[in-house]
C-alpha cells in the first residue's frame, strides 16, 4: 500500500498570505489528523476529520481550518499567516473507526512565514 | 485535556546497553498508548504501541509497559544500535485525538 502524502513538501509564504496544505491518507483509512511541529512547541494536535466531518479539534486560532473530502484527501488552511506558523506540519492517517487507533504519517510540509 | 510528561530529555547510551524512557499521562479516559521515532529530517514513525487492557507488549528489541493505576508507560530498548539514535515520543489518545510527549533524543555511541 502507498503511503500518506503530502503536497507540497515545502513553502515559503509572507505574513498576511493564506496558505493550503494537502493530505492523501493510506487507501482505506478514513480519518486524517493534522499536526503542528516545532522545535519548541513538540508535536500538536490541530484537528482530525473522519468521513468528511471534522471530530475533534486542538487548541489553535480559528486562523487554521481543515475539511474532508468523499475521498478522504484532507486540506488544511491558514488564513492571515504570522511569523509563528513556521513549523512543519504533518497529517497522519488512520481507519478511524471502532478501536482502530494506529496512525501513519505523510512526510510533512514545511511551511516558513517571512 | 489530556498531559504527556515525557523524561528524559536526552539519552545518551553506550552501543549495546538498554535505553528507558518513561511518560506520564492525566486523563484516565485514554485507551492507547503509541510510540513513534523520527530520525532527522523524517516523518514520525509508528514503532510499537500498547492498549490499556495489556501491560506489557513485546516487539524483538524494544518493549513497552503500562501501568494504569500509576497513569505511566515506558518503553524499553535492549541491546542499542547506532541505528536506534532518533527523537522518541510517546503519545496518548482520548477520542481519536493524540497527545504528545515532548520527546527524548537518543544518541548511542558506538
Known amino acids: 500500500k502507498a503511503g500518506v502524502t503530502q503536497t507540497p513538501r515545502y513553502l515559503i509564504k509572507t505574513r498576511g498570505q493564506q496558505v493550503t496544505l494537502s493530505c492523501s491518507p493510506i487507501?482505506?483509512?478514513?480519518?486524517v489528523s493534522w499536526y503542528q511541529q516545532t522545535p519548541g512547541q513538540g508535536l500538536q494536535f490541530l484537528f482530525e476529520?473522519?468521513?468528511?466531518?471534522?471530530?475533534n479539534k486542538g487548541n489553535f486560532p480559528g486562523r487554521f481550518s481543515g475539511r474532508q473530502f468523499s475521498n478522504s484527501r484532507s486540506e488544511m488552511n491558514v488564513s492571515t499567516l504570522e511569523l509563528g506558523d513556521s513549523a512543519l506540519y504533518l497529517c497522519?492517517?488512520?481507519?478511524?473507526?471502532?478501536?482502530?487507533?494506529?496512525?501513519?504519517f505523510g512526510p510533512g510540509t514545511r511551511l516558513t512565514v517571512t | 485535556g489530556e498531559n504527556v510528561e515525557q523524561h528524559p530529555s536526552t539519552l545518551s547510551v553506550q552501543e549495546g546497553d538498554s535505553a528507558v524512557i518513561k511518560c506520564t499521562y492525566s486523563?484516565?479516559?485514554?485507551?492507547?498508548f503509541p510510540w513513534y521515532k523520527q530520525e532527522l529530517g523524517k516523518r514520525p514513525q509508528l514503532i510499537i504501541d500498547i492498549r490499556s487492557n495489556v501491560g506489557e507488549k513485546k516487539d524483538q528489541r524494544i518493549a513497552v509497559t503500562l501501568n494504569k493505576t500509576a497513569k505511566h508507560f515506558s518503553l524499553h530498548i535492549t541491546e542499542t544500535q547506532p541505528e536506534d539514535s532518533a527523537v522518541y515520543f510517546c503519545?496518548?489518545?482520548?477520542?481519536?485525538?493524540?497527545?504528545f510527549g515532548a520527546g527524548t533524543t537518543v544518541t548511542v555511541r558506538a
Open positions: 487507501s482505506g483509512h478514513r480519518s
Open positions: 497522519a492517517s488512520s481507519y478511524g473507526g471502532g478501536r482502530s487507533y494506529e496512525q501513519y
Open positions: 476529520y473522519f468521513s468528511e466531518t471534522q471530530r
Open positions: 486523563d484516565s479516559a485514554s485507551n492507547y
Open positions: 503519545a496518548a489518545i482520548v477520542d481519536y485525538k493524540l497527545s
